[in-house]
């Protein structure tokens, strides 16, 4: 009765551990951008949009990963985001976000000045800015924005934010210095950090999904995955090289790599 | 009548001719080489702080060489040192800088070198020097072979060992250690400035002990 009892436990332990534990996320292709060296990636009915950064151009790819054409005359542009019809683009080099849709190229109307915008995330008709050189996060729309942070190093302050994403009624920042991931409400209240025990070096581009949040740490070539408590769940780092960005697109991660020129697709197993 | 108009003609065309000359061979071309431009973010944040400076035109940065170029009026007669200062300042490192003037002299930097004689000992050592990224890199390996009596100096971003060599006659490591230090990096036997620390770029800011 006592082995029966034991050998119960035990299996009831794996089986919880079981449906507990994430499953893994494990590489399956990788596209080739030739000389595109992307820093900002979307995507918008099963086609890839990326942000060159180097090259001053967003490069327009079908599923397959061929390019279909590349719209110049950008300057600096960083991460971008999507309402499924236009690219919101944050153009580093001419503090402004630009909207892009079909060939025309618009200012996207803001109430404050941006300097260096480094990352954008629309959801649901709100929008948050990751303002670099202000070090501090906009988040709003149209003419209701508010504005939260300032430079430095204390839960709710910044060091050069690169990339945000709006999930749930929650901004998550990429705080790219400070080597961390912040969290808040949508009034910019200060909820959470985490990625400090990691030791990031460059948090540069961030990604929340229903259950997981994925940083980019660009100096040490990982991905880093956590719950949305901040729990470490994986670290991917096999063949990575730079990478600036990372999506999520029908259960597929997209990991968008800087000096690999390259795109990385992951599926869990 | 006909020749009139020739003349005028010839007399425009000429004196447009050298107003573009004049126009063009006002400024002075410079070109920089960078290294460790590693990180997007902070390299943009390079041209976007040149294109800020008044007189500034033309700013290029060439990502995969680390080749930086602009232009500048020459009346100003921007030096090689002042450019050196503005890239120190946006964080980075010259390892090169030409300057290429409107009259068409070419001023070049030259690296200091040291030479070894008959009475020289030469010592290597391997220090701890705190970093984090390519622009780190730069900044400590000018820095050590700008010391006088250095010979050559490699960094190791992963384990942040600096390995020198140097002539004995002429530096020792803790010479070598404090200027590494004055430029915000620190090492085993010296600790740079805060002020001078807090004025590296983002991706500079490695972890303090």
Known sequence: MKIATFSMVISMSFLIGCSLSPQEWAHQRTIDLGSTTPIGLTVVDQHFWVADGDNNQLVHLDKEGKILFKEEGFERPMHITTDGKSIFIPEYGKDQVTIFQGKDKVKMLLTDSLDAPAGIHYNDGFFAIADFYNHRILYGKEDQWIRFGQEGKENGEFYYPTDVHIFDNQIYVADAYNNRIQMFDVEGNFLLTFGAEEKIKAATGIFVSNTQVFITDFENNRVLIYSHEGLLEQIIDRDLNSPTDVFLHEEILIVANYKGKNLMFYEQE | ?209
């Open chain 2, 1 to 209: 009548m006909k020749h009139l108009i020739i003349i005028i003609v010839a007399i425009f065309f000429t004196t447009a001719d050298t107003n573009q000359l004049f126009a063009q061979s006002s400024k002075d071309q410079i070109e920089v080489q960078v290294d460790g431009l590693g990180c997007p973010f902070c390299a943009y944040g390079l041209e976007k702080k040149f294109k800020e400076f008044k007189g500034i035109k033309d700013v290029e940065i060439e990502m995969e060489t680390g080749v930086f170029t602009f232009t500048y009026p020459s009346d100003k007669a921007i030096t090689i040192d002042q450019i050196e200062k503005k890239v120190d300042d946006a964080g980075y490192t010259a390892v090169t800088t030409m300057i290429e003037r409107s009259s068409g002299e070419v001023e070049k930097n030259e690296q200091q070198k040291t030479e070894v004689t008959e009475d020289s000992e030469v010592i290597e050592e391997n220090i701890f020097v705190a970093g984090n990224c390519g622009m780190c890199e730069a900044r400590i390996v000018k820095s050590a072979m700008g010391t006088e009596g250095v010979l050559s100096a490699e960094w190791d971003k992963e384990t942040q060992n600096l390995k020198i060599s140097f002539d004995s006659a002429q530096t020792d490591v803790s010479t070598i250690s404090e200027n590494i230090a004055l430029v915000g990096h620190d090492t085993q036997l010296t600790k740079s400035d805060s002020t001078v620390y807090g004025a590296l770029p983002g991706c500079c800011q490695y972890e303090r002990k």
